[in-house]
């Protein structure tokens, strides 16, 4: 039944071995700037890959600032730590997402508030924030938002790009500064999405990038904070255990992190930023070709919304039923096709399970169907 999608796909990456969901491609200068690193002896904390990665980063996405750190989940943990979310305090996300996000959230001993997404961007729904927020929030006197039952602060709003399709930021945006909360992007799967012309990431106080090695461009495993220049300023003290500069003296003025990214890493994620525009028009380009063929067909494909350039960082259909979906994925990875559900909803985890959250039709609707397709760069 699904043998057309299986040639479909082998035609695309011409093999007839195993096709895995999303392999990293290396066709630039990742050999040479990695053996640099060796043969300058700077492979770790020091060194002048991690200052050059940094700065395109901040020029590609138009970032003011951009800090590298050792993975996505690292990166989620200290903007949240800038963002002043402590014990106690509420942060809201989506319930379809990876478990990165919410792991970020408690490590701060704050919890998740699960609002609905909606159908068209996968992402975190501002009218179901706005309808939450109306029915179970205040702004208190000092100008915190509170639920209005146990008087919980909720500090932050932490939406994710999913797959790299921008959630619906004016409306968001707008939602956020109503309520005060202070917006962070989770942009790991959205490096080269753009929303309205801007990068992902650059629209609330803080965005997070990830470079681990199923995303669309990776250093092995990495991630980058991007924001202004105090922000900035903050995160690179935190995240390199914060030291005060001295030609000697070892002086930490607080509690610090050493979440820095390896001066090796950061070699390789230069050269692979250098092909990063290449790898998203390769990708537009299959997820074009997806399109195409499921026109007509009973399985729906995952498009970029409206006013959206979308980096396509896996592909995705939405099935007719569960049982559809199951069939798919079972003829997929019997023929060595690599095919798979989207998350379980956090709110299933047993350390979210009992997390406030509003209506979840949308997730779960969702949850039930949609499968993400083979997506890694095509072969040249
Ligand atoms: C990949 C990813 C992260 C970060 O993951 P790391 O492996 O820690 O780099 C965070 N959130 C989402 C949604 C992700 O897909």
Not at 224 to 244: C, N, Q
Request: with cysteine.
């Amino acid at each position: 039944m699904f043998d057309s999608l299986i040639r479909f796909v082998r035609d695309q990456y011409r093999t007839n071995e195993f096709i895995p969901l999303h392999a990293p491609v290396f066709r630039g200068r990742e050999r040479q700037l990695v053996l640099d690193t060796i043969d300058s002896t700077f492979v770790s904390s020091v060194g002048a890959y991690v200052d050059r990665f940094e700065k395109d980063m901040a020029v590609f996405t138009g970032s003011p600032r951009a800090v590298a750190v050792m993975n996505g989940t690292a990166a989620l943990h200290v903007a949240l730590k800038l963002a002043e979310v402590g014990a106690g305090d509420l942060v809201v996300t989506q319930p379809l997402t990876f478990v990165a996000t919410c792991n970020a959230i408690a490590y701060c001993g704050a919890e998740p508030l699960f609002v609905d997404v909606d159908r068209h961007t996968l992402g975190l729904s501002p009218t179901a924030l706005e309808s939450w927020l109306s029915a179970h929030a205040l702004i208190d006197d000092h100008g915190d938002c509170r639920t209005r039952v146990g008087h919980r602060r909720i500090r932050a709003c932490l939406p994710m790009h999913t797959f790299g399709h921008p959630v619906e930021l004016d409306a968001l945006i707008d939602v956020c500064e109503r309520w005060k909360l202070v917006l962070i992007e989770d942009a790991a799967e959205s490096l080269g999405s753009y929303y309205k012309g801007r990068h992902t990431g650059t629209f609330g106080r803080i965005g997070v990038l990830s470079f681990n090695g199923n995303k669309i461009m990776t250093t092995g495993g990495g991630g980058m904070v991007l924001s202004d220049e105090d922000i900035g300023k903050r995160a690179k003290h935190l995240t390199t255990t914060a030291k005060i500069p001295h030609p000697y003296e070892f002086f930490h003025d607080e509690v610090g992190y050493n979440y820095r990214l390896p001066n090796l890493n950061a070699a390789l994620g230069c050269a692979q930023l250098e092909q990063l525009p290449a790898f998203v028009e390769s990708k537009r380009t299959l997820a074009q070709r997806y399109i195409a063929f499921f026109q007509g067909s009973d399985l729906q494909p995952i498009v970029e919304p409206q006013h959206c350039r979308s980096n396509y960082w896996l592909n995705g259909v939405i099935c007719e039923s569960p049982a559809q979906r199951d069939a798919l994925l079972n003829a997929t990875n019997d023929a060595g096709v690599m095919t798979r559900p989207i998350w379980t909803l956090m709110t299933r985890l047993p350390a979210h399970a009992r997390a406030l959250s509003g209506p979840l039709d949308n997730a779960l609707w969702l949850e039930a169907r949609v499968v993400n397709l083979p997506s890694g760069v095509l072969p040249v």
